[in-house]
């Protein structure tokens, strides 16, 4: 049995993220990305196999090179449903603004 990895499971390493913001910037190669971390360029590897298998990171095939670019609808998803938590905390503000002004006025 396959299993999927989870877009969240994804980001939630730090290194992932530095990865994410690295490529923020344009496509890079594997090799580029290793530059920037004091990890084996096997450890970066399988932090990009990560990303890739969560979508969140395309691979691109230019001669015999590998360029890894983010992709932006992914990340749309992540951001909509984050948007969903921060639309529920607003609400639950505003009801401890309320319940504040109640016991405020007593």
């Given at each position: 049995?396959e299993?999927?990895?989870?877009?969240?499971?994804?980001?939630?390493?730090?290194t992932?993220?530095?990865?994410?913001?690295?490529?923020?910037?344009?496509?890079?190669?594997?090799n580029a990305?290793a530059?920037h971390?004091?990890?084996?360029?096997?450890?970066?590897?399988k932090?990009l196999q990560i990303?890739?298998e969560?979508?969140i990171v395309?691979?691109e095939q230019?001669?015999?090179e590998?360029?890894?670019?983010l992709?932006a609808?992914?990340?749309?998803?992540?951001?909509?449903w984050?948007?969903?938590?921060?639309?529920?905390?607003?609400?639950?503000f505003?009801?401890?603004?309320?319940?504040l002004?109640?016991?405020?006025?007593r």
């Amino acid at each position: 049995m396959e299993t999927r990895r989870d877009v969240f499971q994804a980001i939630a390493d730090p290194t992932r993220r530095a990865i994410m913001l690295l490529l923020t910037v344009g496509a890079m190669t594997p090799n580029a990305i290793a530059e920037h971390f004091n990890s084996s360029r096997q450890a970066v590897s399988k932090h990009l196999q990560i990303l890739v298998e969560c979508e969140i990171v395309k691979q691109e095939q230019k001669g015999r090179e590998i360029n890894y670019h983010l992709n932006a609808d992914k990340m749309k998803d992540i951001e909509k449903w984050l948007e969903q938590f921060k639309q529920l905390l607003a609400k639950r503000f505003d009801q401890l603004d309320s319940v504040l002004e109640q016991l405020k006025s007593r």
